[in-house]
């Protein structure tokens, strides 16, 4: 059985997190790799945002009703996961340290530069919508590679990472494993072009390169504990710590390249369904969102 049939269908788990006693530096000791992650909170609600706004757009061209019930599930999981990291930027600025700078770069990425053109209606407003569609895909398989990634590490642990924050990035990770086939399936579906696949595969990985270092760089520049020069960031503190277990490795990203870029690939060949359900079960957040969801039904069966 394949992991597409296996798998229930999708469905945003309406999470909530309390951050008060999570600190600014919440993997202890290591203001890097607190802060190379920590760019997930100012990169992702507005990109997931922008997901959410492109597939409200690409629903009308949907023909297979298994896809578009995926395509709605991913839009419902995309939402939460905006809504739960926008909610860490308070938390950021309670403790000295304010994003506006670089998110409202971010925001004007995705509203300005890849938002809505003015385009009149036929050949060349669709372009644009099947090269966002595209885009999201590439973007896709990088969520999924990070999902996967941070299910695995184990070192985040060792390291005595927060447990809330942990909690947040491996609910997130695992629902990006959960759904990591139906942006590439909704890209095959209304347009698949392989000459697409690689151009905006290429843009995507530029544009999150380039981001995710001036982010990185951003937080260790501007975070108020760091002093006399102690709050730069550089590529060998990050090769270093890909080698710890707590961030990715150069190698390991560089390997997931030919695997999008191949014409056999597939999402499903990523990550484990079975391990990211296994985690949705048991995570702290996950569990307090269904009991919180099936209070009304017990409250309206007691009353019966």
Do not use: C
């Amino acid at each position: 059985m394949s992991n597409k049939q296996a798998q229930a269908p999708l469905k945003a788990r309406k999470v909530s997190f309390a951050w008060e006693e999570t600190p600014l530096h919440w993997i202890p000791g290591d203001p890097f790799t607190t802060h190379t992650i920590n760019v997930l909170h100012l990169l992702l609600p507005a990109g997931e945002r922008w997901f959410v706004h492109v597939y409200k757009q690409v629903l009308p061209y949907i023909k297979d009703e298994r896809l578009r019930a995926d395509v709605i599930g991913f839009i419902g999981q995309e939402a939460m996961h905006s809504q739960a990291h926008d909610e860490v930027l308070p938390h950021l600025r309670e403790q000295g340290l304010d994003p506006t700078p670089y998110t409202a770069q971010v925001d004007w990425l995705f509203e300005k530069l890849l938002g809505d053109r003015t385009l009149p209606p036929g050949k060349a407003r669709e372009w644009w919508l099947m090269e966002r569609v595209a885009t999201i895909a590439a973007i896709e398989h990088y969520t999924a590679f990070l999902g996967n990634w941070v299910l695995n590490a184990d070192a985040l642990d060792r390291r005595g990472a927060d447990p809330t924050m942990l909690d947040l990035l491996r609910w997130h990770g695992a629902e990006e494993v959960e759904h990591r086939s139906v942006a590439f399936d909704l890209f095959l579906h209304v347009d698949g072009g392989y000459r697409r696949r690689v151009r905006t595969w290429a843009a995507a990985f530029g544009a999150l390169v380039f981001l995710w270092q001036r982010g990185v760089r951003f937080f260790m520049a501007n975070d108020p504990t760091l002093v006399g020069g102690s709050g730069k960031a550089s590529v060998r503190e990050f090769l270093a710590k890909g080698r710890e277990g707590v961030l990715p490795t150069t190698g390991a990203m560089a390997r997931s390249i030919p695997r999008y870029l191949s014409r056999a690939y597939h999402p499903s060949q990523e990550g484990s369904t079975r391990q990211a359900l296994a985690y949705l079960a048991a995570s702290p957040a996950a569990l307090a969102a269904e009991a919180r969801e099936q209070a009304p039904e017990v409250r309206a069966k007691g009353a019966a």
